[in-house]
């Protein structure tokens, strides 16, 4: 498996020096959040995908995947009542998956909760234009060579699609071998209810699950709160997980650097202990 640092959590320094300071503590890879490029990363000639790439090359390492899909630009929603909105939004996950392939990376994360909100009185239309808009990007994702994982967030956080099961019973309504989900750490400890090794348990092998993010409950990064990796790691081990970890704090305590550096080592801690 392959280690990544969500870019966001170091997005002060040019991207060049990101790639740099991630390869220097041991990191295979970046996960880039688009709006840490440009504020309109979706506009053709926005990003220059060529030197973004370069430069993940020049430093060693590689840009994996894209999450934080709908930040930029304002006004997207997967969920509005209204064709037009959603219609927008689609045009800007189709731009965000060709992206995505020009970078190198091989997996979108599509989280990004504000831009998924349940319409009152009309929740079963809302998961049903929902799906929908997953469904319409399917085939972009297939040309493109990537896999765009719907990620399934705590209550607090969103306000559907909160269980990995919700996300694997959307993907099997798709059909199509290039949507899938993922695990998000943070999320299943904030709901208290099966563990992140018995997710992957269920769900890497059925095919459902092609990501993972890695932060504790609290919102920090692994091993700066009570969640222990280490059955986490074990269990992505013996299914033969060849995908990519990527560390995804949103608390940086004491800050970003030390948050990504703290992470890291902790990891590949983990990791050396588990080949004993």
């Known amino acids: 498996m392959k280690f990544a640092l969500c870019n966001e959590v170091i997005r002060e320094m040019p991207f060049p020096a990101q790639c740099e300071f991630a390869a220097a503590l041991g990191y295979d890879g970046l996960e880039v959040a688009p709006f840490t490029l440009s504020e309109r990363p979706h506009e053709t000639g926005a990003i220059d995908a060529a030197a973004t790439r370069r430069a993940a090359r020049d430093a060693g390492i590689e840009i994996v995947s894209l999450h934080w899909l709908l930040v930029a630009p304002e006004g997207l929603s997967i969920t509005d009542p209204d064709d037009n909105v959603r219609a927008r939004t689609i045009d800007v996950m189709r731009r965000l998956i060709d992206l995505c392939g020009e970078l190198g990376g091989t997996a979108l994360v599509h989280g990004s909760p504000l831009q998924r909100r349940l319409t009152a009185g009309d929740e079963d239309g809302t998961r049903d234009r929902a799906t929908a808009c997953f469904a319409a990007v399917a085939d972009t994702a297939k040309a493109a060579?990537?896999?765009?994982?719907?990620?399934?967030?705590?209550?607090?956080?969103?306000?559907?699609?909160?269980?990995?099961?919700?996300?694997?019973?959307?993907?099997d309504v798709i059909g199509s071998p290039h949507v899938r989900t993922m695990l998000d750490c943070c999320a299943t400890a904030r709901l208290d209810e099966e563990t992140p090794a018995d997710l992957i348990d269920r769900w890497l092998p059925s095919g459902h699950m092609a990501h993972v993010q890695v932060n504790d409950g609290n919102g920090q990064g692994p091993g700066q709160g009570d969640l222990d990796f280490k059955?986490?790691?074990?269990?992505?081990?013996?299914?033969?997980?060849?995908?990519?970890?990527?560390?995804?704090?949103?608390?940086?305590?004491?800050?970003?650097?030390?948050?990504?550096?703290?992470?890291?080592?902790?990891?590949?801690?983990?990791?050396?202990?588990?080949?004993?």
């Open 145 to 171: 060579g990537v896999l765009y994982c719907i990620e399934a967030l705590a209550p607090q956080d969103a306000e559907f699609i909160n269980r990995v099961s919700e996300a694997a019973a959307m993907v």
């Open 231 to 276: 059955p986490i790691l074990a269990a992505l081990q013996r299914h033969g997980y060849a995908g990519t970890v990527a560390v995804e704090p949103f608390d940086y305590v004491p800050d970003g650097p030390a948050a990504a550096a703290r992470a890291i080592g902790y990891l590949r801690g983990i990791e050396e202990a588990l080949r004993v």
